[in-house]
């Protein structure tokens, strides 16, 4: 076969393929009308030769004989250049309207030249790329996974089996006896929120994270209200998140603790606590969430289980006029103390729940709270007066006193252990150095906050120690957040239509995500930190 014979059927071919007209006219075709769309290859090669390697006949009229052609296959004649003839409507090309448009599409297209050798060139890649469709079709590369974990393999080591079959077994007969506790599901994730994606995206580039806390303006997001399907607490007395389940405890003086999901969206109740003819005046949960310890002003409290779902009733211990209605636990788990009355502070077991020691000040105890370490003990008093108490020598280090405050009503320490935060029933604030206040009787408070105007009820720091929440019951929608790396106070919170309440107690879950806040309405708002993205 020759080689004109092979360009013809290439040619041909490749129309069939992609739906062109079986056509091609030449470019002189219009001028002289001497040539049919034949030539276009024969001017080229410099032979008379149709398609089929005959010599053509010579026509004097090369419109007749396009005409012919064209009727013969059966499509329109066309009288334009060839780059130019209509296509077919698979392509949704027409003719070219003006010469602009002619010159578009000769730079796409080229001349005669260029269109026998783009034909052959796509016919080519045409036909390699189906071989390699259908070779592919045949025989598709296997996927291989990008690890391999040995967990997922169906001949996995036995003893791992063994163990599994134990656990399964245990978990079993536990919901037998005590039924399934849904809260206890510690594998809940947090839905990603929406606005969190669109914060991190500008357009398509990407926002960096910034490490440090933003001082001018704070992005705080109100969520449903976190005990919006109970209620019924009353004034709230403690906002507790679990330090690692998504769940939060809220206790109220209607004797309810309720226990909630935490998502933000739905905040879905899981338990609640009934304790009738018992104000949950204070609560607390031991650092590793197994437990919680629901005090009041009478002389016993009451223990729950977050695992087993078990409560107890225990009497307390030893001798003087004391409750359980002001307590805190050690971050160690080791020690829970109690402020009793005339100035007598009891420290106990936190796990026996026995009487270790009885600890006296000069004046009664109105807070209390444990260094992170769980070495010293802090005790503010109603005077202006704090203890600090080293437990393994059982003795006080220091009685330093507190600046501009007459009588004191909290205080807290951050969890990086550098800072000090104590509150008075004037609304001031201080924020001391802790390292100051283990020999300085008259320690210069780093910061002073004033923002308050009445008696400050709660104080809470974020878990990287760079968020403070201070609120006082007294007044509505009195809490403000402070940023304590320049000590300022963010002004765009709370907003004028923020309707808080009589904030009773402020709280940040473990990683600072959430920001509770409960009230004595007996409602518990939710705040999403978005600089925080973890919970």
Not at 272 to 293: H, Q, S, W, Y
Request: glycine share 8%; with cysteine; proline share 3%.
């Amino acid at each position: 076969m020759s080689l004109d014979s092979d360009i013809a059927h290439i040619i041909s071919a490749y129309k069939q393929e992609i739906g062109l007209d079986d056509r091609l006219s030449s470019d002189d075709s219009a001028q002289h009308g001497e040539s049919n769309s034949e030539e276009v290859i024969n001017d080229m090669k410099n032979e008379p030769l149709d398609s089929d390697g005959e010599s053509s006949e010579s026509n004097n009229d090369g419109h007749k004989s396009i005409l012919k052609k064209d009727a013969d296959t059966g499509l329109d004649s066309a009288e334009d250049e060839p780059q130019f003839a209509e296509l077919d409507e698979q392509t949704a090309i027409s003719r070219p309207k003006d010469d602009k448009e002619k010159q578009l599409m000769n730079l796409v297209f080229g001349g005669k030249a260029e269109l026998v050798s783009n034909l052959e060139r796509e016919a080519r890649i045409h036909s390699e790329s189906e071989e390699d469709s259908v070779a592919g079709d045949r025989k598709r590369p296997i996927r291989t996974p990008a690890w391999h974990d040995s967990d997922d393999d169906e001949d996995g080591d036995l003893p791992r089996k063994k163990r599994r079959a134990t656990v399964d077994r245990q978990r079993k007969n536990f919901e037998k006896l005590f039924g399934k506790q849904k809260w206890a599901d510690l594998d809940r994730q947090r839905e990603i929120d929406s606005d969190d994606e669109l914060l991190t995206t500008i357009g398509h580039v990407v926002k960096g994270k910034s490490t440090d806390l933003p001082k001018e303006n704070i992005e705080l997001k109100r969520l449903k209200n976190l005990n919006r399907e109970t209620k019924n607490e009353g004034e709230i007395t403690a906002i507790l998140f679990h330090p690692t389940s998504m769940v939060a405890v809220m206790t109220g003086m209607n004797g309810l603790a309720s226990i909630v999901a935490v998502d933000g969206t739905k905040n879905e109740k899981l338990h609640t606590i009934g304790l009738k003819k018992f104000k949950i005046a204070c609560c607390r949960m031991t650092p590793d969430g197994n437990e919680l310890v629901m005090g009041s002003f009478r002389k016993f409290y009451h223990i729950y289980n977050m695992i087993s779902g078990e409560s107890d009733t225990l009497q307390l211990k030893g001798e003087g006029v004391w409750s359980m209605k002001n307590f805190e636990i050690s971050k160690c788990g080791k020690y829970l103390a109690a402020a009793g009355g005339f100035g007598e502070i009891h420290l106990l077991d936190a796990r026996s729940k026995e009487l270790l020691t009885t600890i006296q000040q000069k004046h009664c105890c109105s807070s209390l709270c444990f260094t992170p370490d769980s070495k010293y003990l802090f005790a503010h008093s109603t005077d202006n007066e704090v203890s600090v108490y080293h437990i393994e020598k059982r003795r006080f280090v220091n009685v330093f006193t507190d600046d501009g405050c007459v009588n004191g009503s909290f205080i807290t320490i951050c969890p990086n252990g550098r800072f000090v935060a104590t509150g008075s029933r004037q609304g001031i604030v201080n924020i001391y150095l802790l390292e100051k206040l283990f020999k300085e009787k008259f320690p210069v408070p780093e910061k002073t906050i004033s923002n308050l105007t009445t008696s400050v009820g709660s104080i809470a720091f974020n878990l990287s120690s760079e968020l403070l929440a201070i609120s006082s019951p007294e007044v509505e929608n009195a809490v403000k957040l402070v940023h304590m790396k320049s000590g300022t106070v963010y002004r765009n919170f709370p907003t004028m239509k923020a309707s808080l309440g009589h904030v009773t107690r402020v709280q940040f879950s473990p990683g600072g995500g959430y920001f509770a806040m409960g009230n004595r309405e007996g409602i518990v708002t939710l705040f999403r930190v978005k600089h925080y993205q973890n919970y």
